[in-house]
């Protein structure tokens, strides 16, 4: 069993930035996080090896975002710059407890246990 919480989200102005952090209380070998906008899929953001050595990032977040880990916290990290109104959503943090995978997964269905989220707004 793996329990995460996430914390960091608030409202942010565009062009501002933001870091969020998950805890989590088990071994999560890749871990991700992934963003929902109400009434919208929840998407793929970015993800991390265990070892922190392989990162992936969606289109958007490539360039402003940057994910990250600590494992003797055991927690991630997700440093968000340049935010904008787009940005807006419910960030979640997920984690792959099966075991070590390269590429880092970027699907959901990869990932087996996942944080409650925290709301991250950009106002305009």
């Known amino acids: 069993q793996v329990q995460l919480v996430e914390s960091g989200g608030g409202l942010v102005q565009d062009g501002g930035s933001l870091t969020l952090s998950c805890l989590a209380s088990g071994r999560g070998y890749g871990m991700g996080w992934f963003r929902q906008v109400s009434g919208k899929e929840r998407e793929f953001v970015a993800s991390?090896?265990?070892?922190?050595?392989?990162?992936r990032y969606s289109d958007s977040a490539k360039g402003r975002f940057t994910i990250s880990r600590d494992n003797h916290r055991n927690t991630i990290f997700l440093q968000m710059t340049n935010l904008k109104p787009q940005d807006t959503a419910v960030y979640y943090c997920?984690?792959?407890?099966?075991?070590?995978?390269?590429?880092?997964?970027?699907?959901?269905?990869?990932?087996?246990?996942w944080g409650q989220g925290t709301q991250v707004t950009v106002s305009s």
């Open positions: 997920a984690a792959d407890s099966t075991g070590p995978r390269i590429p880092v997964p970027i699907f959901e269905e990869d990932y087996d246990y």
């Open positions: 991390i090896s265990y070892i922190g050595g392989s990162s």
